[in-house]
């Protein structure tokens, strides 16, 4: 079912991998610099997901997100000076300042509503699955979530209408509870729910679901590229559980890079992880990917560190543009309440 | 012309929209059937179930599902059968609905109207008689729109269905089998412009929704005592045509305030602190206003009677602001 | 007095409470938000073993969970976290929670605390930032209580725990540092009384929550221009006291109220109205407010700043109704 990745295609999911690491890595430097960015969350640890599915949207699917949405929209083609500036809270950010790093939006990307409620995106991507249902666009909408969403009511009335009507829908739930701590050490829960896997609770909707490791990109795209082909020939909604470990650095509620940051030489030289971390780098799915690449000799060390240099560059750029970039007039916060 | 109640006149506002623009659905329980009271009769056979939608019973997940699809470029109606229900539904609406326009910097629309009946009538108690439209009101983002006979039911649904914005257009249950004359075909009425029900020069009354029934029952009797009452409905609450009032209490010097829901915080609150604001000069004496008590809604009927503000209530409180205590 | 802090003064007030009365549970604990504090609910969490509970991102169950709990005989303290979430909760707070007593003649209570942060928080966006008290007044049977000072919160959170009705205690995070006098010992503010944390002839302003603590810092600078500012803390919007805010009317003649909810249909805007109903031969000018603007609340920091009522936006208000 899965075609394999060229070298070309290869290499660019390590780009934006890449890149979505270290947007992150960048943005808690800047915020331990002392500029303001308010609460924001981190994808590190779970790029592999958002790269490896997003790759294989065509042009007019749509994308509903949530707070940890930096990944989904990079891995889209968002420009990282202007995703940036929107968390840095300037006029040249997409939303003007309006959303920040809670509600970064690209409409034209075909990103709908980045909320930042659990479970607040799950009906809109359902809503947008019904309406491209409706103008008979062959169109999938895609809603990422976490795990936590599983135990709000809206969830359940979300999966029930897009199965009956069979949307074109895929709920991808990134479930990065493994490895959480829970808020007595200072942290966001885990899961708490009763289900001993999440899609046990999906099966009795007729909805298909499969957990796959939300690491391995290959075993993403095999599930994704399943579930877009479902759901573009009208066999409706798939729901896929992507697994990954909880990134250290999330620990504290304001993330931190208490791994120091990640060094692509880890994947060929594993005694340079630190020691307390070595768990946690052995799944990492970025370091495991780049591995698989230098193994399969798909790219040599010298690649990799000169694309992970060039990303580097252009992030430093992208940021400077940021910070220098000015704010909005305040009086613009009046506008755009009405259409 | 024709004579139409006002449940028909919303059927027939949804029936020429449905027909003018293919971006028009209508979702929402039981609405394939007719819906509870009749405003979707015959549009499920005339439409299509495709675009007249049967839903699960899920206030949240509907009101989200219509907002996800108003961003894709589709202008839903979506009915909540009572206002008691939009409970289940305050997260989608308040927190997406009226915000992802804003959220996202201009760069998302949603041509969202949502449907939805209240009031006390019918001994519905507690939690199915309600008047919450000041909650509306409060989320920036929404529009508000309240329309108290055939015609506006009408031509306020008709432009609110226009509306490039989040519109709530709340009906009045006991208003549903009120008669009145209709304009044939296409009506709209401008969202954000009061109507003048009765001139008069003694005092201004605005009344909202069915009140506006019972301030010109008022402003008969009234008139017989010789007050004239000047009324006004708002009929859009926001945007509020305040000039309108304005200029009726620099007129009369003295304002009236009904409506049926509570006063706490409520419409009533907030023309009540606009209007002293904006015209504190003109006025002969204090504003007074008239709501419902500061209560739940009771079931039986001898105490709904007692809660809904009645005439003789509107009364006692118009002639108090004109003639003193 | 001791002077404590305002987050020391809340746990002390949630210690007590469940010390003295052991129907008295936690459902959620983040009562200090994400506050450098909140590792003071380490304590509870270690001195009442099952009574303290870390429920499933599901406001609607837990409030329901709750408002069920509290009909069987408890007293459960719900923590809703951020005021946001508390629109998930609402088919339970609004038509359970609320109506229970009234809709049963009588029969049944729910003494039920639910216990939200509300307003500005600083980059919290649309959807965290929400001050939905004016909505829940606007919904009869639910008393609402807003602490300003780390006194008013340990006697308002003991009182909300001994009330028979159910309670939204409205909590801002941006009050977690401010210093003050409080008892040692557990005491409860009844409902209903406001106070005049500032007397002075010129100007009545009427606020509520973090809004006392600007208008306090507003009227310090206006002082220097000579002008005397009284300022009445309302501590609880249901039951309202009426009175005390008329009789500060009638000295001084004048009205600034503020509030941190959005203006249209908010806070101040009842106070306004009451003001010019009842108050209206007091009064030497109309009443002003200064709320959060209606917009949805913005992200980028100058224009959350452009919206919110601010200490410099008071004074401003005060200086025009003073004209």
Not at chain 1, 192 to 211: E, M, R
Not at chain 2, 113 to 120: E, K, L, P, S
Request: net charge negative.
């Amino acid at each position: 079912m899965t075609s394999e990745l060229n070298q070309q295609e290869a290499m660019e999911l390590l780009r934006t991998m890449l890149l979505i690491r270290r947007f992150e890595e960048g943005l808690i430097q800047t915020q331990k610099s002392g500029i303001s960015i308010g609460h924001f969350h981190v994808y590190i640890g779970q790029e592999c997901t958002g790269a490896a599915a997003i790759a294989l949207l065509e042009p007019q699917d749509k994308i509903a997100t949530t707070h940890r949405n930096h990944g989904h929209l990079l891995a889209r083609g968002a420009d990282p000076r202007r995703l940036y500036a929107e968390i840095l809270g300037k006029a040249a950010g997409y939303n003007k300042g309006k959303g920040g790093t809670l509600h970064a939006t690209v409409a034209g990307l075909g990103f709908l509503s980045t909320s930042a409620l659990v479970g607040g995106a799950v009906p809109l991507a359902v809503g947008a699955g019904f309406a491209a249902k409706q103008l008979g666009e062959r169109c999938v909408s895609v809603g990422f979530f976490g795990d936590g969403v599983l135990e709000e009511g809206v969830f359940f009335e979300s999966l029930n209408m897009a199965s009956l009507w069979k949307l074109p829908v895929v709920f991808m739930c990134e479930n990065n509870s493994a490895g959480a701590l829970g808020q007595s050490a200072g942290e966001y829960p885990g899961s708490t729910i009763a289900t001993k896997q999440l899609i046990d609770v999906v099966a009795p909707f007729g909805v298909p679901a499969s957990a796959v490791d939300g690491g391995d990109p290959r075993a993403v795209r095999d599930v994704t590229q399943q579930a877009l082909a479902r759901a573009r020939n009208g066999g409706g909604p798939t729901f896929i559980e992507a697994r990954t470990v909880r990134w250290p650095g999330s620990r504290p509620l304001w993330p931190e890079l208490s791994t120091g940051e990640t060094d692509v030489a880890f994947a060929w030289e594993p005694d340079r992880i630190p020691m307390a971390h070595r768990d946690w780098f052995a799944n990492d799915g970025l370091i495991r990917y780049v591995r698989q690449l230098f193994d399969a000799k798909l790219a040599n060390t010298k690649e990799i560190l000169a694309l992970d240099a060039t990303v580097r560059a252009d992030l430093a750029k992208a940021m400077r543009f940021a910070i220098e970039a000015p704010y909005p007039d305040p009086a613009s916060a009046l506008d755009d309440v009405f259409a | 012309m024709a004579e139409l109640t006002y449940i028909e006149a919303i059927n027939s506002a949804l029936r020429e929209e449905l027909a003018r623009d293919r971006g028009v659905y209508v979702i929402g329980e039981d609405v394939a059937l007719g819906g509870p009271f009749g405003a979707t009769k015959g549009l499920a056979a005339e439409f299509g179930e495709r675009r007249v939608v049967n839903t699960p019973i899920s206030e949240g997940a509907i009101m989200g599902l219509a907002t996800g699809a108003a961003a894709m470029g589709l202008r839903p109606v979506i009915e909540v059968m009572f206002v008691d229900f939009i409970t289940l539904a305050m997260d989608q609406l308040v927190n997406h609905a009226a915000k992802l326009h804003y959220m996202s910097g201009g760069q998302l629309g949603i041509p969202l109207t949502v449907r939805v009946q209240q009031g006390a009538a019918g001994n519905g108690g507690a939690q199915h008689s309600q008047s919450l439209e000041a909650w509306f009101i409060h989320v920036p983002g929404l529009k508000v729109v309240m329309p108290s006979n055939p015609a506006d039911a009408k031509g306020l649904l008709t432009a609110a269905i226009r509306d490039d914005s989040p519109v709530i257009c709340i009906e009045h249950r006991a208003l549903y089998w009120t008669r009145g004359e209709v304009p044939d075909g296409e009506h709209t009425i401008p969202i954000g412009r009061a109507a003048l029900r009765r001139p008069g020069k003694d005092v201004t009354l605005v009344a909202t929704s069915r009140m506006v029934e019972v301030a010109l029952e008022v402003a008969g009797t009234l008139a017989n005592e010789g007050i004239e009452v000047e009324v006004i409905d708002p009929r859009s609450l926001l945007p509020l045509d305040l000039d309108t009032i304005t200029a009726s209490l620099r007129k009369t010097g003295r304002l009236v305030i009904a409506h049926e829901a509570v006063e706490g915080a409520g419409f009533g609150a907030e023309l009540l602190a606009q209007v002293q604001e904006a015209a504190f000069d003109y006025l002969d004496a204090p504003i007074a206003r008239v709501g419902a008590p500061f209560a739940p809604v009771p079931a039986s009927p001898v105490l709904e009677q007692a809660f809904v503000p009645g005439a003789e209530r509107l009364a006692g409180a118009v002639r108090k602001v004109v003639l003193g205590a | 007095m001791r002077e404590i802090t305002y987050a020391e003064a809340k746990v002390e007030a949630l210690r007590d409470v469940m010390r003295a009365d052991r129907r008295v549970c936690l459902i959620g604990s983040y009562f200090l938000g994400l506050s450098p504090r909140r590792v003071l609910l380490e304590d509870i969490r270690k001195e009442f073993p099952g009574r303290v509970f870390d429920p499933p991102i599901s406001e609607g169950g837990v409030c329901g969970l709750a408002v069920g709990a509290a009909m069987a005989g408890l007293r459960p303290i719900v923590d809703v976290t951020t005021a946001s979430f508390l629109f998930h909760g609402f088919p339970q707070v609004i038509n359970e929670a609320a109506n229970v007593r009234y809709m049963s003649g009588g029969q049944l209570s729910a003494p039920v605390v639910f216990h939200i942060l509300h307003g500005l928080r600083g980059g919290g966006a649309a959807q965290h930032s929400h001050s939905p008290q004016a909505m829940l007044w606007n919904t009869p049977g639910l008393e609402i209580a807003l602490p300003a000072s780390p006194r008013d919160v340990k006697g308002l959170l003991a009182e909300a725990v001994h009330s028979d009705n159910p309670t939204i205690v409205v909590d801002h995070a941006r009050l977690f540092e401010v210093k003050g006098e409080v008892p040692e010992e557990l005491f409860s503010i009844p409902f209903g009384r406001a106070e005049v944390k500032r007397n002075g002839r010129d100007v009545t302003i009427v606020a509520s929550s973090l809004m006392v603590q600007r208008a306090l810092e507003a009227a310090g600078t206006a002082v220097a221009e000579g002008i005397d500012a009284e300022v009445v803390d309302l501590r609880t919007l249901v039951p309202l006291d009426k009175q005390t805010v008329l009789t500060s009317i009638a000295k001084t003649g004048r009205l600034v109220v503020v509030d941190e909810c959005h203006r249209s249909c908010g806070v101040a805007a009842e106070i306004a109205a009451l003001a010019a109903e009842e108050g209206f031969s007091q009064l030497k000018a109309p009443v002003k407010r200064v709320a959060t603007l209606d917009v949805p609340v913005p992200f980028s920091q100058p224009l959350e700043r452009y919206i919110e009522p601010t200490a410099e936006k008071i004074l401003a208000t005060i200086r025009e109704i003073m004209r």
